[in-house]
């Protein structure tokens, strides 16, 4: 009896994409099994690689490293790749300070106190985004690596090192 074939089989015709190496034709790039879309979202909200789930990502605490130590993902795509994750840590930061200032305005009201107000969201948008910073650079990485590896030339190893996505393997 043959296997069923699923809606998304015929996406990966020489099954270069299979977990299990034995499966695929003789000869073919069989490489390990690529993470769904969810799990590399949620590995980036944990500072870790999309691609491989490795948790030793950064020189220091503002510094990414150029790729991941275990599997050669590209971090930084390139000059400019960061506006990304200045983004994410833009949007997070503003609905962070959002919700702190509905929650402040819900115990403060009728009588709000502006000065504490004031000092504390300077505060908040001050700090914020640095305690968040690695983590939209993950966050970015991910939308990154998800976005690329649907390229044509993801597949191919030669191209994938020569793009200046994040193919690169080594």
Request: hydrophobic share 40%.
């Amino acid at each position: 009896m043959s296997d069923p074939v699923g809606p998304y089989d015929t996406l990966d015709p020489q099954g270069l994409l299979r977990a299990d190496p034995s499966e695929g034709p003789a000869g073919a790039d069989n490489r390990p099994h690529e993470p769904s879309a969810v799990r590399a979202l949620l590995r980036g909200l944990a500072k870790r690689c999309p691609r491989c789930g490795e948790r030793d990502l950064f020189v220091h605490w503002l510094k990414i490293r150029d790729r991941c130590p275990r599997c050669k993902l590209r971090l930084e795509r390139e000059e400019g790749g960061f506006l990304g994750a200045m983004t994410v840590n833009y949007s997070v930061t503003t609905l962070a300070w959002a919700a702190f200032l509905v929650i402040w305005l819900i115990v403060d009201l009728p009588r709000v106190r502006v000065v504490p107000l004031t000092v504390a969201s300077v505060l908040l948008v001050g700090v914020f985004p640095l305690a968040f910073y690695p983590f939209s650079k993950t966050i970015w990485a991910a939308v990154d690596y998800l976005v690329f590896r649907s390229s044509p030339d993801y597949a191919s190893e030669d191209a994938a090192d020569r793009a200046p996505g994040n193919g690169g393997r080594y």
